[in-house]
């Protein structure tokens, strides 16, 4: 990605205008923040294959990237994930990003699978657009 690691980690960390480059995210909020401004949680809606879906993050920070995991959820029963970053030279950024989401709706295997992939393709998507010269 063509931006350094501070800002992609700043933009990460504004969770509250993921609605902006993540399609799949209706609404954001942040509930509490830390003494340097960062998310502790936050709470979400979420356009889903079955209908919106309501849930809640909580945060943990590091110098090269953050994760989450899901405190409360309608639809999901847990979420984990993970962004991480390293320097690719010359201002660019690595950014690999992991992502579980766990839920008891009645889906097959592959159908989950593939909602999941399309999820973090978007995200990156949405990221990498952030960024675009």
Known sequence: MSATQATVLALLRDVASQPEWIPEILEAEVLTSDEHGRPLTAAFAASTTVGTDRYTLAYEHS??????????????????????????????????????????????????????????????????????A
């Open 63 to 132: 110098p090269h990237g953050m994760s989450w995991s899901m405190v409360k959820g309608r639809l999901q029963t847990g979420q984990e994930g993970v962004y991480t970053l390293e320097s690719a030279g010359r201002g660019r950024t690595k950014v690999t990003y992991h992502l579980t989401v766990h839920h008891n709706l009645p889906l097959p295997g592959f159908i989950r699978s593939r909602v999941i992939k399309g999820l973090v393709s978007d995200t990156l998507t949405g990221l990498q657009g952030r960024f675009a």
